[in-house]
């Protein structure tokens, strides 16, 4: 905050009492326009002015002389009313508007639940299951060839139609296109996914196959000429 900020701070008080000449109070008013702590400490102080009337004489500091009060210099009690009155519109707003952001929020996670599970429900009669757990990932790490460079790991995913592969491998020189290719323990090979030559050696490539995973072998990655640089042996 600045000092001009907490100068204007200090004046709130007097600005409610009435002790302010006009300058300060042309100040004040401007800076309450911006300032959303000003008008907040306002608010609170708002009833002081009233309890303090209310006060019997007894409570009033015996012999206090009166500070000298301009009347003329305070705002008026329409102006102060219609001030409290924007902030507290504004703060119910934006009260409300924080309920509506909470409950669309709400209504997206509702909406998710639900289409999670009429997902699960889809197809099937009777009493829901207990939940299909998530598809146990094998990583299988890359050996190089020899006189290739070849590093990084091979992800494999079980689906219900075979296995999905996703290469992230790195210092892959020689002529592409490169080939990912899958070999099933009977010795079957399918070609997962085909891509170029990037310029820095490095690749992440998604591929699939039919082959299921409990009966990969290994997945391994070839040259244009089919040179295999480096094979990842798939333990089960």
Same mark, same amino acid.
């Given at each position: 905050?600045?000092?001009?900020?907490?100068?204007?701070?200090?004046?709130?008080?007097?600005?409610?009492?009435?002790?302010?000449?006009?300058?300060?109070?042309?100040?004040?008013?401007?800076?309450?326009?911006?300032?959303?702590?000003?008008?907040?400490?306002?608010?609170?102080?708002?009833?002081?002015?009233?309890?303090?009337?209310?006060?019997?004489?007894?409570?009033? /500091?015996?012999?206090?002389?009166?500070?000298?009060?301009?009347?003329?210099?305070?705002?008026?009690?329409?102006?102060?009313?219609?001030?409290?009155?924007?902030?507290?519109?504004?703060?119910?707003?934006?009260?409300?508007?924080?309920?509506?952001?909470?409950?669309?929020?709400?209504?997206?996670?509702?909406?998710?639940?639900?289409?999670?599970?009429?997902?699960?429900?889809?197809?099937?009669? !009777?009493?829901?299951?207990?939940?299909?757990?998530?598809?146990?990932?094998?990583?299988?790490?890359?050996?190089?060839?020899?006189?290739? !460079?070849?590093?990084?790991?091979?992800?494999?995913?079980?689906?219900?139609?075979?296995?999905?592969?996703?290469?992230?491998?790195?210092?892959?020189?020689?002529?592409?296109?490169?080939?990912?290719?899958?070999?099933?323990?009977?010795?079957?090979?399918?070609?997962?996914?085909?891509?170029?030559?990037?310029?820095?050696?490095?690749?992440?490539?998604?591929?699939?196959?039919?082959?299921?995973?409990?009966?990969?072998?290994? /997945?391994?990655?070839?040259?244009?000429?089919?040179?295999?640089?480096?094979?990842?042996?798939? /333990?089960?």
């Amino acid at each position: 905050m600045s000092a001009d900020h907490d100068e204007l701070r200090r004046l709130l008080g007097g600005y409610l009492l009435g002790g302010l000449d006009e300058r300060d109070i042309d100040r004040l008013d401007a800076h309450l326009r911006d300032c959303d702590s000003c008008r907040e400490e306002l608010d609170r102080l708002a009833p002081v002015p009233e309890l303090l009337q209310r006060l019997p004489d007894a409570q009033r /500091v015996p012999d206090a002389a009166p500070a000298p009060i301009s009347l003329s210099a305070r705002p008026s009690q329409a102006n102060i009313d219609a001030l409290l009155r924007r902030m507290r519109a504004e703060r119910s707003r934006e009260s409300r508007m924080a309920r509506l952001r909470w409950l669309a929020a709400a209504a997206v996670v509702l909406i998710a639940v639900a289409v999670g599970v009429s997902v699960v429900r889809g197809g099937r009669e !009777g009493p829901v299951g207990p939940p299909v757990p998530s598809p146990q990932l094998v990583t299988a790490q890359f050996e190089p060839a020899e006189g290739s !460079g070849l590093s990084g790991q091979a992800v494999l995913t079980p689906k219900t139609w075979g296995v999905s592969v996703a290469l992230d491998v790195t210092r892959l020189h020689g002529t592409g296109p490169f080939r990912c290719q899958v070999r099933s323990r009977q010795g079957l090979v399918e070609q997962a996914a085909i891509w170029g030559p990037t310029p820095s050696g490095n690749a992440k490539v998604i591929g699939a196959s039919s082959i299921q995973l409990p009966n990969v072998r290994s /997945v391994s990655v070839a040259d244009h000429d089919g040179r295999v640089l480096g094979t990842a042996e798939v /333990v089960n």
